[in-house]
């Protein structure tokens, strides 16, 4: 079946855009995750979301960035006013049940480079 | 301040030989690990997981041990094929008593098979 997808695969902003990045995950999954991973580092968690509702957003790292679920179903993560800072890949994961949320299925990111 | 430490950036192993990758961690509270595997352009790929209760966890060529009074966890490949060739990131949470699942990674290790 088809995995989680994400779009647009590449994004080029210059600083002070506005961006809005979008995931698929897997049909029926509860829980969905958007993570960042800059050069070199491993994914580090932004927000988490089970069904709509957005349950921790402890990782996000300034109030440019919002993330939303409207249906519970895709999700766009959107950073507001772009800093170079803020170059990175970004990794969207969806997990089937809030029982095992940890068995988390990654989508290819979005590479984000703000110039 | 890094909670999950994956200290060799790269890792070379004969194809047939046994690939050993390490991961320590620091917060005791962390129940449960995982092992993710990526590829160029790709999202990680979840490999094996072990939870807190086990020391060992095997899946065909993939073992994870787990110590924990030492807090280190150490996936075994064995034999180790070219195909293994990838960054293999590890990654802790807490499924008990909080957190929803969010994962923690470390920064990843390199693995290079050659024939």
């Known amino acids: 079946g088809a995995g989680v997808s994400q779009s647009p695969r590449y994004k080029v902003a210059k600083r002070g855009q506005d961006v809005a990045l979008r995931c698929d995950p897997i049909?029926?999954?509860?829980?969905l995750f958007w993570y960042q991973q800059a050069l070199g580092q491993g994914p580090e968690f932004l927000t988490y979301?089970?069904?709509?509702?957005?349950?921790?957003k402890s990782g996000l790292p300034s109030d440019r960035f919002f993330a939303e679920r409207p249906e519970g179903s895709v999700s766009t993560l959107k950073i507001q006013r772009t800093q170079q800072e803020d170059s990175a890949v970004y990794l969207c994961a969806s997990s089937p049940s809030r029982e095992r949320p940890n068995e988390q299925y990654f989508g290819p990111g979005t590479r984000l480079t703000v110039t | 301040d890094q909670q999950v430490k994956q200290n060799s950036p790269s890792l070379s192993v004969q194809e047939g030989r046994i690939s050993i990758l390490n991961c320590d961690y620091t917060n005791s509270m962390f129940d449960y690990f995982l092992w993710y595997k990526k590829y160029p352009a790709e999202g990680p790929t979840f490999l094996i997981s072990i939870s807190s209760i086990k020391d060992k966890n095997e899946d065909g060529r993939f073992t994870v041990f787990l110590n924990k009074s030492a807090k280190h966890l150490s996936l075994h490949i064995v034999p180790s094929q070219p195909g293994d060739s990838a960054v293999y990131f590890c990654a802790a949470s807490r499924i008990y008593g909080g957190s929803q699942g969010n994962l923690i990674f470390g920064k990843g290790t390199k693995l290079s098979v050659k024939p």
């Open positions: 979301f089970q069904n709509e509702a957005q349950l921790d």
């Open positions: 049909s029926g999954h509860v829980s």
